[in-house]
């Protein structure tokens, strides 16, 4: 994660969104009102997500961290779902899971 976004917290001029009901700050690329490209999304409760958008949805290469800004996970995303191949971790920073993801879950 850049150093800037661990200070971000309000820094860096961004748009409120209203995303399946939650509060977020965005900072990013848009297109028709939507997240689109590259963008930083910044939830109420500390979560943050950085990579790829489309049509306002994760898709493509991004990141989650958890609230404490540990990555929680790396990876590729469909339609707002983890799909392909990702790396989730702990909150404590230890590997959780490393292999293909389908629909929004570890494929064992």
């Given at each position: 994660?850049?150093?800037?976004?661990?200070?971000?917290?309000?820094?860096?001029?961004?748009?409120?969104?209203?995303?399946?009901?939650?509060?977020?700050?965005?900072?990013?690329?848009?297109?028709?009102?939507?997240?689109?490209?590259?963008?930083?999304?910044?939830?109420?409760?500390?979560?943050?997500?950085?990579?790829?958008?489309?049509?306002?949805?994760?898709?493509?290469?991004g990141c989650q961290y958890y609230p404490n800004l540990?990555?929680?996970?790396?990876?590729?995303?469909?339609?707002?779902?983890?799909?392909?191949?990702?790396?989730?971790?702990?909150?404590?920073?230890?590997?959780?899971?490393?292999?293909?993801?389908?629909?929004?879950?570890?494929?064992?």
């Amino acid at each position: 994660m850049s150093e800037g976004m661990k200070q971000y917290r309000g820094k860096v001029y961004h748009e409120l969104l209203q995303q399946a009901g939650f509060s977020v700050a965005y900072d990013g690329e848009m297109k028709e009102g939507k997240p689109e490209g590259f963008g930083r999304a910044y939830y109420r409760d500390g979560r943050i997500y950085e990579g790829n958008w489309k049509d306002g949805q994760y898709h493509g290469q991004g990141c989650q961290y958890y609230p404490n800004l540990q990555l929680w996970y790396e990876g590729e995303y469909n339609n707002g779902k983890r799909e392909g191949f990702g790396k989730s971790y702990f909150e404590d920073g230890k590997l959780s899971f490393e292999g293909q993801w389908k629909d929004g879950k570890p494929v064992k």
